[in-house]
């Protein structure tokens, strides 16, 4: 069984930094792209940033310059460094990767998601 497990999440001021972490764990072939979204109450998740397993990154226009993402592919963690944060990136934190659980991952990739984690922003 595949589990993400998030970590790093709490409260900071506006222009603090936090970084989380997340690793995955269990029995699995590969695991093509890690990322991270995030959602506030009454609003859909929403990407901040991806890694695939070569490097490439994307990220959400709020947040470049601000947000790096990276991923340590010998470890199956991700990480999201987050500078200047400011109160409007206050939100569930959830970590996401797409894993191919056997040596076959057109026919065997499954997304799978982290429980979440906290950020506040705030004075």
């Known amino acids: 069984q595949v589990q993400l497990m998030e970590s790093g999440g709490g409260l900071v001021q506006p222009g603090g930094s936090l970084t989380l972490s997340c690793a995955a764990s269990?029995?699995?072939?590969?695991?093509?792209?890690m990322g991270w979204y995030r959602q506030t109450p009454g609003k859909p998740r929403d990407l901040v940033a991806t890694?695939?397993?070569?490097?490439?990154?994307t990220y959400a226009d709020d947040v470049k310059g601000r947000f790096t993402i990276s991923r340590d592919n010998a470890k199956n963690t991700v990480y999201l460094q987050m500078n200047s944060l400011k109160p409007e990136d206050t939100a569930v934190y959830y970590c996401?990767?797409?894993?191919?659980?056997?040596?076959?991952?057109?026919?065997?990739?499954?997304?799978?998601w982290g429980q979440g984690t906290q950020v506040t922003v705030s004075s």
């Open positions: 996401n990767a797409g894993i191919a659980t056997e040596n076959n991952p057109i026919r065997y990739s499954y997304n799978y």
């Open positions: 269990g029995t699995f072939f590969s695991i093509a792209v």
């Open positions: 890694v695939l397993s070569q490097g490439t990154t």
